[in-house]
């Protein structure tokens, strides 16, 4: 079993809608979050980085963490069609001890239609 | 304020040979991770540097290989390439210190071996 479980898609949602694209992870000892996105042939871009449970919340976008359920989410509002890319959630356990490494989820494949 | 390059951007090689891949990364980084992404495995780590030391490496064999130069650059090699080792190689940058651990990715440099 992996330690990070992304549903790869393809979602397919149109224009305007609300996306929620969602991980789990079985290792307890991830406690720093982030979301990127990435176009075709493109590198991975960080849209959201969050540390522990909580909400966060930039423009369009809000990144959940709920550490008791190993579950977390990254939400879009009112979705554009350049929102589709692949969208990966990654984790750490201790960077600040330079546990450094990332963990990534498989990738959601997303595509917002006009 | 310049993002994280990677050079080059392709690369054809035969197998059996030797590459050499350089990421320069974002000014006043310090921390600087190699990552390998195939459709098959995924993101997974290779290994991290710091301050011209490798501190975290990944589950790859020893023909991986890095090294961190004094001005933060990066290099990886990968020696008596195989087939399996075409993949998208992206390195990601990482400042040091005030609580901030969030990963910044290059472009990365796509190898192809035949």
């Known amino acids: 079993q992996k330690e990070v479980e992304q549903d790869p898609g393809p979602l397919s949602v149109p224009e305007g809608a609300i996306v929620s694209l969602n991980c789990t992870y079985s290792n307890s000892a991830f406690q720093y979050f982030m979301w990127y996105r990435q176009y075709s042939r493109k590198g991975p871009e960080l849209l959201m980085y969050?540390?522990?449970?909580g909400n966060k919340e930039d423009g369009r976008f809000t990144a959940q963490v709920d550490k008791s359920s190993k579950y977390i989410s990254l939400f879009i509002r009112d979705s554009q069609p350049s929102d589709s890319a692949t969208y990966l959630c990654?984790?750490?356990?201790?960077?600040?001890?330079?546990?450094?490494?990332?963990?990534f989820g498989s990738g959601t494949r997303l595509q917002v239609q006009p | 304020k310049a993002g994280v390059t990677q050079t080059p951007r392709y690369l054809i090689k035969t197998r059996g040979q030797q590459v050499t891949l350089s990421c320069s990364p974002i000014s006043g980084h310090r921390s600087v991770s190699w990552y390998q992404q195939t459709p098959g495995q995924g993101l997974q780590f290779l290994f991290e540097y710091f301050s011209e030391t490798q501190r975290n490496k990944g589950n790859f064999p020893g023909r991986f290989s890095g090294r961190q130069f004094s001005n933060s650059r990066s290099e990886m090699n990968v020696s008596t390439l195989e087939l399996g080792d075409s993949a998208l190689y992206l390195c990601?940058?990482?400042?040091?210190?005030?609580?901030?651990?969030?990963?910044?990715f290059g472009p990365g440099t796509r190898l192809t071996v035949t």
């Open positions: 990601a940058s990482s400042l040091e210190g005030d609580g901030r651990y969030e990963q910044y």
């Open positions: 990654a984790m750490s356990a201790r960077p600040d001890t330079g546990r450094r490494a990332l963990t």
């Open positions: 969050t540390y522990s449970s």
